[in-house]
């Protein structure tokens, strides 16, 4: 029996009169055709004239085989005549009322073209020539003796003596040899017979613009994150503090902010991070706050060593290497250059000795404001520091996830081992798991992806990030030094037009709405798992093999 759509039909069909031709012939189509063929009642197609106006139409049945193509019938009950003065066509039922009717080849025929040219828009559709073909059944006229016109071949028909051998006409129907570009037995295959169905039938879910989705997502973690600052307001005027937390519970923000409420109360204030993409961008937005430094570390430390014309020798690891005690002797030579507060973010990445420098960097390092906000994350920071322990009697702890949705969060917190964190903002889309084999693969997948989100989903090319692991250099999701068409550049000097491409350590600490984590296969270091999967805000996409997408969801 063949495949059915709809199957059952539906009772306003079944208790129709004028349906039932179409219902006779439905059941003969299900019951003579083997189970490789599949059969659509009832399609109906919109389709444009060349005046642009629009014309609409629908096909009685469509019935299709991976082998041999697809036919386009047209059922019409009754005795079907077309008058020779006219050519205006009617159908005279059994109770011998005519009404005029559509000229039933011209509609399968209509059909079957706007079907056709559908189908090779279709998402899916490996385009190439394939055997489409229609035909009209008459099951209440009988056969005439000769063609119906030059246009109307008998063999398109089949007429009511005839339905007994309806698998016969329908397979002979495809298997006729048409005109050079109308050949026989040019299947739709697997991948067609999909697409086929995805047109006609296809199910159909109408969710909420992915664009609005992520507008009204980043909004509330927009709020919350505005919310999250009240926890200064509790930590008072206390001198000395670490806090601890998870990605996205907000040390970043209270770090700047707490760092922007000291220089404007009129204390000279430094704000540092280990992060030279972080640090450049905390030096841009706080530029115009007066009695604020802002920076990487060891870029602070090379600004205020040159302030004090102090030279350090050597080049490369060994010059940064060399840095910290050029602060530290800075201090000694010029104390006015020191700073009645530090805030110090991301404090799991400084060692000891450059924070007991910074601490030597205020003008009372013993009571001094000095703050460190952490990251307390077990499972990736092994190393316990000293000097942040002795900061304060216990860490104030940040339990709330406000930067990511409650999906994203879930993904990243099976990489977290600490002081369990709790999303507050809203659950958001499902991240993407996106399977890619080679690096071809790789870079089709994200260029389709940020194609998607700036084309149809509303994203500026400056929401979005593609994080890798491994070099950016030639790498293969450049496309001519492109991503989805659009330029690409660096953390540090992002900008609205461009997409980051970046890796995943240089863009620790900071964030986009969208992230495309690529190279599933070589994130194996758990710190960068987990700083990879808690980038995003809203919109997460993991490209990678399909193994090692698995462990990344389940470790």
């Known amino acids: 029996m063949a495949r059915m759509y709809p199957d059952p039909l539906p009772d306003d069909v079944l208790a129709n009169p004028y349906r039932e031709a179409e219902v006779d012939v439905y059941n003969r189509l299900r019951d003579q055709l083997p189970d490789d063929w599949v059969c659509w009642y009832s399609r109906p197609w919109l389709g ?7 014309k609409d139409g629908e096909a009685d049945f469509v019935v299709a085989h991976p082998d041999h193509g697809f036919l386009v019938i047209e ?8 008058e020779e003065k006219t050519e205006r066509w009617t159908s005279t039922n059994r109770l011998r009322i005519t009404n005029v009717i559509k000229d039933p080849v011209k509609q399968a025929r209509d059909s079957k073209y706007e079907l056709l040219k559908k189908l090779k828009i279709q998402p899916g559709w490996r385009r190439r020539f394939v055997t489409a073909r229609y035909g009209v059944i008459l099951p209440d006229s009988a056969k005439p003796a000769h063609d119906l016109g030059p246009g109307m071949p008998l063999r398109i028909f089949l007429f009511g003596e005839d339905l007994k051998y309806l698998r016969e006409w329908v397979e002979a129907r495809l298997s006729a040899q048409g005109d050079a570009n109308d050949r026989p037995g040019l299947g739709l295959g697997p991948d067609g017979m999909r697409a086929l169905h995805e047109m006609v039938a296809g199910r159909i879910e109408l969710r909420p613009s992915l664009a609005r ?11 919350l994150t505005a919310e999250q600052v009240d926890i200064l307001d509790m930590l008072g005027d206390t001198p000395r503090m670490a806090i601890a937390g998870g990605a ?11 760092a922007a409420r000291l220089a404007e109360s009129g204390s000279r204030t430094l704000l540092t991070c280990f992060n030279v993409p972080l640090g450049q961008h905390l030096a841009r937005i706080t530029k115009d706050i007066p009695l604020l430094e802002a920076g990487s570390f060891h870029a602070v430390c090379d600004r205020l060593r040159r302030k004090a014309d102090l030279s350090v020798r050597g080049d490369g690891q060994a010059f940064y290497d060399q840095l910290p005690a050029a602060l530290a002797n800075t201090m000694v030579c010029r104390p006015e250059l020191r700073f009645d507060a530090v805030v110090v973010d991301e404090g799991q990445d400084f060692d000891d000795e450059w924070l007991d420098v910074l601490q030597r960097c205020l003008v009372d390092p013993e ?13 990736v920071y092994t190393r316990r520091s000293r000097a942040i322990a002795e900061l304060s009697q216990s860490p104030f702890n940040l339990v709330h996830n406000f930067r990511n949705t409650r999906a994203i969060h879930a993904a990243a917190r ?3 081992r600490g002081k369990m964190t709790r999303a507050l903002g809203p659950e958001g889309e499902p991240v993407a798991w996106v399977e890619a084999a080679t690096g071809a693969d790789t870079a089709t997948k994200v260029d389709g992806l940020v194609r998607d989100l700036v084309s149809r989903h509303g994203l500026t090319p400056g929401q979005i990030a593609v994080l890798t692991v491994r070099p950016t250099n030639d790498h293969p999701a450049l496309q001519g030094g492109t991503v989805g068409g659009f330029t690409v550049t660096t953390a540090e000097a992002s900008r609205e037009d461009a997409v980051v491409f970046d890796t995943v ?10 992230v495309i984590l690529v190279d599933a296969d070589e994130l194996i270091d758990p710190e960068l798992a987990y700083v990879g999967l808690s980038r995003p805000g809203v919109w997460l996409a993991v490209i990678g093999p399909t ?4 462990r990344l969801r389940s470790d």
């Open 547 to 550: 193994s090692d997408l698995a």
């Open 75 to 82: 059922v019409k009950g009754g005795t079907v005549r077309r």
């Open 48 to 54: 444009l004239l060349s005046s642009g106006e629009e």
């Open 213 to 223: 989705a992520l507008r009204n997502d980043y909004r509330q973690i927009e709020r």
């Open 414 to 416: 099976s990489w977290y």
């Open 248 to 258: 996205g519970t907000g040390k970043t923000i209270l770090a700047l902010e707490k």
């Open 367 to 379: 009571a001094g404001c000095f703050y460190v906000f952490y990251d307390d994350n077990q499972r």
């Open 505 to 514: 350590r240089r863009f620790k600490g900071l964030e986009r709405q969208a």
